[in-house]
């Protein structure tokens, strides 16, 4: 049942993806999907020590795991893809809203789905401090990538 | 869990050689690729590693575990970082050799083969722990898959790029 719903969320956020105007290149796209993934794989390393660490008495069905993956590689990534594209848009107010949806978005689906996204119980304050970190991280790490690009133009 | 040797050993030894070797061996080559396109390459290298270290090694598959430790620690992370060059090394030989359209077949068949054997050197080394049944050869499929996916990185990403927009020197 799990797997199911996860698999229906991951095509509709996959194709929110391809129908959304992008504001970013495809290389911009990649890139931010490559550190994202890296930085929740890395990230989940500590509330999800039980699957990664061959705990003896954690029993997790392959069903579980497959959403868990899922989650962790698909729908967090291109959650970040969807919400840095939109937060391109010129405008304070128009960020403001996407900065704070993104935040109330991430915060629901790691709640709703906790056993098959952080694996443990973590705090809303927690998870909103992360969120915060997070999303400064990817906004500060694509401001690097497009530096890259304009060095070579000077 | 146990805890193992954590003082500097072959599998330690084997990633700073190969990754020093590496990034000096991509510091010297010739430019071929803007800044960008080179740091989207290590990046699929090193997604590539923790992606498959990261899954393949959970529960319930648990099929191996990497240098000494149970747990995440510097030496996996670098042992991460140490294979973002390859990807490099992967797409820059395809753009310097003769093409003709059998060439990526055998240019991926040929890459993974290297990479298994590279593999069985890393596992000697000591860098992975394969447990409850798996077999190198397993890894054939996950490398195959792989360098194709990094074959469509150079199809989509750099050669449908306008040749102005490429370095050459």
Same mark, same amino acid.
């Given at each position: 049942m799990i797997l199911a719903v996860t698999l229906c969320l991951t095509w509709i956020v996959v194709n929110l993806f391809v129908m959304l105007p992008k504001k970013m290149s495809w290389e911009e796209n990649l890139f931010l999907f490559l550190v994202s993934s890296i930085t929740i794989m890395f990230a989940l390393l500590i509330p999800a020590k039980r699957m990664y660490f061959d705990d003896p008495g954690y029993k997790y069905s392959l069903e579980g795991t497959m959403a868990f993956l899922t989650n962790r590689n698909i729908i967090f990534p291109i959650l970040t893809l969807l919400s840095v594209n939109l937060i391109q848009y010129r405008g304070f107010w128009k960020q403001a809203l996407v900065a704070l949806v993104s935040l109330f978005v991430f915060l629901a689906f790691c709640r709703l789905e906790e056993k098959h996204t952080i694996v443990s119980s973590i705090s809303l304050l927690q998870l909103t401090v992360f969120f915060i970190f997070y999303y400064s991280l990817m906004l500060s790490l694509l401001k690097c990538f497009r530096l890259l690009a304009e060095e070579r133009k000077v | 869990?146990?805890?193992?040797?954590?003082?500097?050993?072959?599998?330690?030894?084997?990633?700073?050689?190969?990754?020093?070797?590496?990034?000096?061996?991509?510091?010297?080559?010739?430019?071929?690729?803007?800044?960008?396109?080179?740091?989207?390459?290590?990046?699929?290298?090193?997604?590539?590693?923790?992606?498959?270290?990261?899954?393949?090694?959970?529960?319930?598959?648990? $099929? $191996?575990?990497?240098?000494?430790?149970?747990?995440?620690?510097?030496?996996?992370?670098?042992?991460?970082?140490?294979?973002g060059p390859f990807s490099y090394f992967f797409v820059y030989a395809y753009t310097v050799i003769r093409k003709n359209r059998t060439t990526y077949f055998f240019y991926i068949s040929i890459w993974a083969l290297i990479s298994m054997f590279t593999e069985a050197l890393a596992w000697h080394a000591g860098v992975y722990h394969y447990k409850n049944g798996y077999q190198i050869f397993f890894s054939l499929p996950i490398y195959l898959i792989v360098l194709t996916l990094t074959m469509c990185y150079y199809q989509f990403f750099i050669k449908k790029q306008p040749r102005k927009n490429r370095l050459h020197k």
């Amino acid at each position: 049942m799990i797997l199911a719903v996860t698999l229906c969320l991951t095509w509709i956020v996959v194709n929110l993806f391809v129908m959304l105007p992008k504001k970013m290149s495809w290389e911009e796209n990649l890139f931010l999907f490559l550190v994202s993934s890296i930085t929740i794989m890395f990230a989940l390393l500590i509330p999800a020590k039980r699957m990664y660490f061959d705990d003896p008495g954690y029993k997790y069905s392959l069903e579980g795991t497959m959403a868990f993956l899922t989650n962790r590689n698909i729908i967090f990534p291109i959650l970040t893809l969807l919400s840095v594209n939109l937060i391109q848009y010129r405008g304070f107010w128009k960020q403001a809203l996407v900065a704070l949806v993104s935040l109330f978005v991430f915060l629901a689906f790691c709640r709703l789905e906790e056993k098959h996204t952080i694996v443990s119980s973590i705090s809303l304050l927690q998870l909103t401090v992360f969120f915060i970190f997070y999303y400064s991280l990817m906004l500060s790490l694509l401001k690097c990538f497009r530096l890259l690009a304009e060095e070579r133009k000077v | 869990m146990s805890f193992k040797d954590t003082t500097i050993n072959s599998n330690e030894l084997f990633i700073i050689i190969t990754g020093v070797l590496a990034y000096l061996l991509l510091f010297f080559l010739p430019k071929r690729f803007t800044r960008q396109q080179t740091f989207t390459m290590l990046l699929i290298g090193g997604y590539i590693s923790t992606f498959f270290d990261n899954t393949v090694c959970i529960h319930p598959f648990n $099929y $191996y575990s990497v240098n000494d430790t149970p747990f995440m620690d510097f030496w996996d992370i670098l042992s991460f970082v140490m294979f973002g060059p390859f990807s490099y090394f992967f797409v820059y030989a395809y753009t310097v050799i003769r093409k003709n359209r059998t060439t990526y077949f055998f240019y991926i068949s040929i890459w993974a083969l290297i990479s298994m054997f590279t593999e069985a050197l890393a596992w000697h080394a000591g860098v992975y722990h394969y447990k409850n049944g798996y077999q190198i050869f397993f890894s054939l499929p996950i490398y195959l898959i792989v360098l194709t996916l990094t074959m469509c990185y150079y199809q989509f990403f750099i050669k449908k790029q306008p040749r102005k927009n490429r370095l050459h020197k």
